[in-house]
């Protein structure tokens, strides 16, 4: 390219010349700038969808909700083996216990309450509370698995496993059992309506 200013009278001379060499006052070619504001909203637009808007989850926690998911379908083929480490395992998975508060809120809470205090939310429902360490028929996973698939005939808790199947009833046993830690104490107590069944 030559830089002899008769042939390109369009554009400026800056003022200043070092050791006799002159420079153009130039303006940036299009392509160039389109290349700088395009990457600089791109900078902007990526940021802001990465890190402060929820349309893409950051890459742990997409990780963690596929290990649970994969997780759950596993757990859901051992409702034919339960034990308590299962049911312990279920009420940890935030998908598998997940799907237990749609069938709570169906068939329990109108006894049980909608917290699952029971009688201590509201005097008024006969079902028992479910969050206190106090158990009638047993606090360890696999009896309460057992009282809500077969039931209380007596004081009124039905019997939900020929309704439910085992699967849902294991869903909403792990949804009851995630508001209680493995290992906590367990304190065997009477039905309150032990006085008016017998
Ligand atoms: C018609 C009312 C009613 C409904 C609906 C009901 N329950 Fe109960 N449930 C009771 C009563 C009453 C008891 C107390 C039984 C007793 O005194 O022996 C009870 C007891 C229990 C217990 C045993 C608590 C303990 O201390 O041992 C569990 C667990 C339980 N219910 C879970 C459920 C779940 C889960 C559902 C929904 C699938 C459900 N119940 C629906 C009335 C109900």
């Not at 209680?180 to 104490?185: D, L, M, R, T, V």
């Amino acid at each position: 390219m030559s830089s002899d200013p008769a042939q390109h009278p369009d554009d400026k001379l800056r003022p200043h010349s070092y050791d006799g060499i002159q420079e153009f006052d130039k303006r940036l070619p299009n392509w160039w700038l389109l290349t700088l504001y395009g990457a600089i909203v791109f900078a902007v637009v990526y940021w802001f969808v990465l890190y402060e808007s929820s349309v893409v989850l950051p890459d742990g926690e997409r990780i963690t909700q596929e290990m649970n998911r994969i997780e759950a379908e596993k757990l859901g083929k051992l409702v034919a083996m339960l034990n308590d480490d299962n049911l312990w395992r279920m009420s940890q998975n935030p998908d598998f216990a997940g799907k237990g508060p749609s069938t709570y809120k169906s068939t329990c809470a109108s006894c049980h309450g909608a917290t699952l205090r029971g009688r201590d939310e509201d005097s008024k429902l006969i079902g028992v509370n479910l969050v206190d360490q106090n158990w009638i028929h047993g606090g360890l996973p696999t009896q309460v698995f057992g009282t809500v698939k077969n039931g209380v005939a007596g004081p009124g808790m039905p019997a939900w496993g020929p309704q439910l199947g085992d699967g849902r009833v294991a869903e909403v046993v792990a949804f009851v059992l995630s508001h209680h830690k493995q290992g906590e104490p367990i304190v065997a107590v009477p039905s309150p309506s032990v006085a008016a069944v017998q």
